[in-house]
């Protein structure tokens, strides 16, 4: 979101502007080390939690597979199989992120933490 209320001079491109970068790259690591976290501190959980946990793990994973397979077929347009591991990554990403919001919103933490009482 900063990276994007950054002034850039007209007729620049954003990716040309050093701070845009900086922001940019700051936010995707933020991005993947909170997915990260969150995903190994829920499979630590026994149950449904570590079935959310697992799903929001192999998500980004299968889109960036889908993505990566997709850029490298001929003309970047990606064929079926690009889809087929793509299209469950998207969907795994986005019940497991309603999963833990549910959780969030129920206050299930003792069941994510074990049975223990957070302090």
């Known amino acids: 979101m900063v990276a994007n209320h950054l002034p850039v001079r007209a007729g620049s491109n954003t990716l040309e502007n050093p701070p845009v970068i900086a922001w940019l790259v700051v936010g995707l690591l933020g ?3 909170g ?3 969150t995903g190994l501190s829920l499979l630590r959980a026994r149950g449904p939690v570590r079935v959310a946990g697992s799903m929001l793990l192999a998500g980004p994973l299968l889109l960036l597979l889908g993505q990566i397979l997709s ?3 001929v003309g970047g347009l990606g064929g079926p199989f690009e889809r087929a591991l793509a299209a469950p990554g998207a969907v ?3 019940f497991s992120g309603i999963v833990v919001g549910v959780l969030a919103f129920k206050g299930d933490t003792r069941r994510a933490l074990g049975g223990r009482r957070p302090r």
């Open 35 to 37: 997915l990260l976290l």
């Open 71 to 73: 850029n490298a077929s």
């Open 92 to 94: 795994s990403l986005f």
């Open 31 to 33: 991005t993947i080390l």
